[in-house]
T-cell receptor
Framework: NAGVMQNPRHLVRRRGQEARLRCSPM?????VYWYRQLPEEGLKFMVY????????ESGMPKERFSAEFPKEGPSILRIQQVVRGDSAAYFC?????????????FGEGSRLTVL | QKEVEQNSGPLSVPEGAIASLNCTYS??????FFWYRQYSGKSPELIMS????GDKEDGRFTAQLNKASQYVSLLIRDSQPSDSATYLC?????????FGTGTSLTVIP
């Protein structure tokens, strides 16, 4: 039973390039969350998606960042025109449900370095 | 503003002692409560979940929830050096999971 799968695990981009991070939730999970974590800091919520729907994107920067969770395939977090401040670990997590008993399971993360 | 507060630490305990980690939350509508362990450079790993007032034990770990005081705690008995990590408290309210900034625990051999 595979866990939450993220790729790439490590990504290096130059300023101005695009970064695409992928996340396949655990089997049977339809809720996907993306978090960003800077070194020595806590997890910052970015976006919550269900299949084909963005439910809550209140943590996403207004520009350059977008996310999707299509009917088929993984969820994708896209960062356009990356800047050095985007360097961070990006974690995807999935849950089978929200509310009581909705546990959240994390992938291994994608570590983005912007040169 | 929904907040989850934790002491950042660092918390140091000798091997074999009890480590006590605390967390408070602001949203009285919170429904579910979780403790995650995160080793340096790794992803958060769920170690305990608790949904009702009282204690919940799992091996060396005990989670305690007091909704009236909006307080969650995690006790680690017989602490081991391998327990050295950052412990994140998380609270689920509606669609959202809110995380504290974590408490760094070091278990000294």
């Amino acid at each position: 039973n595979a866990g939450v799968m993220q790729n790439p695990r490590h990504l290096v981009r130059r300023r101005g390039q695009e970064a695409r991070l992928r996340c396949s939730p655990m089997k049977g999970h339809s809720h996907v969350y993306w978090y960003r974590q800077l070194p020595e800091e806590g997890l910052k919520f970015m976006v919550y998606l269900q299949k084909e729907n963005i439910i809550d994107e209140s943590g996403m920067p207004k520009e350059r960042f977008s996310a999707e969770f299509p009917k088929e395939g993984p969820s994708i977090l896209r960062i356009q025109q990356v800047v050095r401040g985007d360097s961070a670990a990006y974690f995807c997590a999935s849950s089978p449900r929200t509310g009581t008993a909705g546990e959240l399971f994390f992938g291994e993360g994608s570590r983005l370095t912007v040169l | 503003q929904k907040e989850v507060e934790q002491n950042s630490g660092p918390l140091s305990v000798p091997e074999g002692a009890i480590a006590s980690l605390n967390c408070t939350y602001s949203d009285r509508g919170s429904q579910s409560f979780f403790w995650y362990r995160q080793y340096s450079g790794k992803s958060p790993e769920l170690i305990m979940s608790i949904y009702s007032n009282g204690d919940k034990e799992d091996g060396r770990f005990t989670a305690q929830l007091n909704k009236a005081s909006q307080y969650v705690s995690l006790l680690i008995r017989d602490s081991q050096p391998s327990d050295s990590a950052t412990y994140l408290c998380a609270v689920n309210a509606g669609n959202q999971f809110y995380f504290g900034t974590g408490t760094s625990l070091t278990v000294i051999p």
